[in-house]
């Protein structure tokens, strides 16, 4: 059964008269009487907190709509399903207080990609990241997921694991794995949550208030997880996992993108057992984008003779160089990346506050 539609406004697709109605995951939409499938963005975005926002609705015909019938609101049909690529245009970002955050960055990422960001402490990785989420405003056409703006069309099936979910205080309370992994849709993927459990290592007996940080980042990661996504963004978020469980966990990501139409943006420093896990590499230094492409267009002919892998040796080889080239920190003029989680202002272009009034 759909869920009640009562006192719910109501639209119009051409001359269908038609009922919108939230879609709960587990429904199988081949299953209803539907005959589109949108995100409620697209359609009521004023009613929203954010343009970002955006759930799963349903739209069902109910009959022609007769001429003399009250007005209806016009509804926005959502692009077809794309491709899961990642691309930015020349993309720069201002904090606030007018510091750079990132500047001039033109990306384009495949389908059934696995990508390495990497860089030094502060090279702008996180404030890229949680702008291709949607979690800051970006100018205008310089980001696009699967062909789309996702400030205009919102972030469909785009998961971000990065600090704010890291420290979320609830994983830290005396409740069960159980509660937490069903609170975030582990009855409605209960093969996937079950594959997740097994991949990670997780005892659901566990109380999450008594676990080590390595155990409780487990049952995090499984939480980020458990629901498909077509897009992932993680912002080093293994960096508490014992060397066997990061190992599983990154060979089941690499299952993923090749089962499944999607694709991983990652960041880390850890570079332990991703020899031949990356496709691409994106090196970024001081909120640029210095070099990106194919990984094996790095590695080749590269010589690991210290005993590090070719990827360790490549990394450490772009990090030295860019030390040298940056100099002391005191010369440096990026905004510092913690800016990215609490910049006040109405977007990406700094403060707007006075574009307000």
Not at 50 to 66: E, G
Request: glycine share 8%; aromatic share 6%; hydrophobic share 40%.
């Amino acid at each position: 059964m759909l869920p009640t539609v009562a006192n719910h406004p109501r639209y119009a697709i051409g001359d269908l008269r038609c009922t919108v109605v939230k879609c709960p995951p587990h429904i199988e939409v081949a299953r209803q009487k539907v005959v589109v499938a949108f995100s409620l963005s697209c359609a009521r975005r004023g009613a929203m907190d954010r343009p970002t926002d955006h759930l799963p609705f349903l739209v069902t015909a109910d009959s022609p709509k007769p001429k003399n019938d009250p007005p209806y609101a016009t509804l926005t049909m959502a692009p077809k399903e794309a491709l899961p690529t990642i691309e930015t245009s020349a993309l720069s970002y201002t904090f606030p207080d007018y510091s750079t955050g990132i500047s001039d960055i033109t990306l384009s990422l495949p389908v059934q990609s696995r990508t390495l960001l990497i860089g030094a402490n502060g090279a702008g990785k996180t404030t890229l990241l949680r702008l291709l989420a949607g979690k800051r405003l970006a100018p205008a056409n310089t980001i696009a997921i699967g062909g789309v703006d996702p400030f205009k069309e919102g972030l469909e099936g785009v998961t971000y694991l990065g600090l704010e979910w890291v420290l979320n205080p609830i994983v830290r309370t005396d409740i069960s794995v159980t509660e937490l992994l069903r609170s975030v849709g582990g009855d409605a993927y209960p093969e996937r949550r079950d594959e997740l459990i097994g991949v990670l290592d997780i005892d659901t007996r566990w109380r999450m208030h008594a676990v080590s940080d390595g155990e409780r980042r487990r049952v995090q990661l499984a939480m980020g997880l458990i629901r498909p996504w077509t897009v992932l963004l993680l912002d080093e978020i293994t960096v508490d996992l014992d060397v066997l469980s990061r190992a599983n966990f990154l060979s089941w990501l690499r299952a993923e993108t090749e089962k499944r139409v999607c694709t991983i943006v990652y960041a880390t420093h850890i570079l332990d057992n991703l020899a031949g896990w990356p496709t691409h590499l994106v090196h970024m230094h001081l909120g640029t984008v210095r070099e990106w492409g194919p990984a094996e267009q790095f590695l080749e002919g590269l010589d690991a003779r210290s005993g590090n892998s070719t990827l360790g040796e490549l990394v450490l080889g772009w990090l030295r160089q860019d030390l040298k080239d940056r100099g002391p920190r005191t010369k440096v003029v990026i905004g510092p990346e913690g800016k990215t989680y609490d910049a006040g202002g109405y977007g990406g272009y700094g403060d707007e506050s006075h574009h307000m009034k």
